[in-house]
């Protein structure tokens, strides 16, 4: 028997064909060893490398298909989320609400004195009047836990009049679920009534924590509270906040 | 020749590459804002992050086109939705509005299978009040929009009144009759002895 059959015999129950090779590549290098040091013929070497047909058994009980299967089926998959990965990122990369929601600890004054219309006049403009009002307020509702970070009131100048800016910080019990701070708003009240000329409002969400703004503008001179609603339904929370009331500094 | 060690066995390897490519494919699903594989799942989720509660009442219609579309009423908001096509994962495609008041007609944006018992296997138009006055039996609409004048009478399901209109088919090619700016309507609810409720015209 040739050492070439000798191989093929002994590795044709191998069925994992790149343990196949590995194995072959060894026997090679085992005889190699043998010949080197023995100083043998490759017949007679061939000859005690033992039973070909005996050591294929055991190789194939040793070398069993399907973990090389997995193993490369594994390593498909790898390379297939890896190559999907670069291309999601690409894709989402220029969408704003990716950038955003990937800055953790953003500063919210900042983000909407970028945005345009009223929030640009509420903070651009120079204040006559700002108040800190008192803040601290929680709310618990739908497995969110809502409170009262900050409000601040004051007088913008041109049309708007008193703008009135509240900024919450939120908590989720799901972190995949940060709250939509435009729908939750139901209703915004004033002792003066409904008269709140616009809102604006938005948010940054990182894992479990989400801040969330909302700015009024146009509130009656004389206003002396604002309730917001938020929620629908059972769910529904009323933050009020006291106009005649400031925070201590 | 020596013979490399590897010093991961492959069962160690195979492990490995698992939890890489799953943590690869929660990275995605992070990126892409959570996508689910049910569409009421995701509508759900949407809900939640409206703050709107489970809702009092839902209301599902086949669309003609066999999709389903979904209509949740919780306090003062109703949250329509149907699943985003052309997406792999399903997606619902929620609307949001506010209940005034009054009770007001809500056209549902897409043409529905013929209701139980219709005559014709057409695509059906289809509107709905929310919250009709507590006593309401019947309710009757009149609908009048470039192609005519219509009438309706309301078949009540729960807390809601469902109108049903079946305009001839070259009629529905014009967008008419999902635009709420163009047309024009009366409602009129009676109690169970015939007597006129309210009246409503928008």
Known sequence: ?????????????????PDRKAVRRELEA???????ASGLDEETAVASMGDPAALAEELGRLHRPWLGYLWRASQIALIGAAVMYCLVLAMLATRPHFQYRTLPGVDLYNYLQ????????????????ERELLSGTVLETGGYTIRNNRAVYRRAGGEDGWCLYIDLDITESRWEEPLDPWFILSGIR????????????TSVDWGLWQKCAFALSG???????????????????TLRIDLTEEAET | M????????????????????????????????????????????????MLFPEPEMTLELETFHGNLYRIDLAGDAVV???????TFFAVANPSRHFLGEEPELFCVPYTIAPPDGADQRQPWAVYA???????????????HNSDGDFTAEGVREENIFLFCICPELDELAHNIWFTPERYTYELAFYDSQGNLLQEVTG
């Open chain 2, 80 to 86: 329509a939705a149907y699943p985003r096509r052309g």
């Open chain 1, 114 to 129: 970028a945005d345009t219309g009223t929030m640009a006049a509420l903070y651009d403009l120079p204040a006559a009047e």
């Open chain 2, 2 to 49: 020596k013979k490399q060690h590897d010093p991961w066995p492959r069962q160690a390897k195979i492990l490995r590459n698992i939890l890489l490519t799953a943590l690869l494919v929660f990275l995605m699903w992070d990126a892409w804002l959570w996508p689910t594989f049910s569409y009421r799942a995701d509508l759900r989720r949407v809900e939640r992050q």
């Open chain 1, 190 to 201: 004033t002792n003066k009534g409904d008269a709140v000329k616009s809102s604006r409002s």
């Open chain 1, 1 to 17: 028997m040739s050492w070439l059959e000798w191989l093929d015999t002994a590795t044709k129950k191998i069925l994992f064909r």
């Open chain 1, 219 to 237: 509130l009656p001179e004389d206003a002396e509270w604002v309730e917001l609603d938020l929620g629908w339904g059972e769910w529904k929370r």
């Open chain 2, 129 to 143: 009040v929310f919250r009709p006055p507590e006593d309401a039996a019947r309710a009757l609409l009149a609908l």
């Open chain 1, 30 to 36: 085992h005889l190699e060893d043998l010949r080197e």
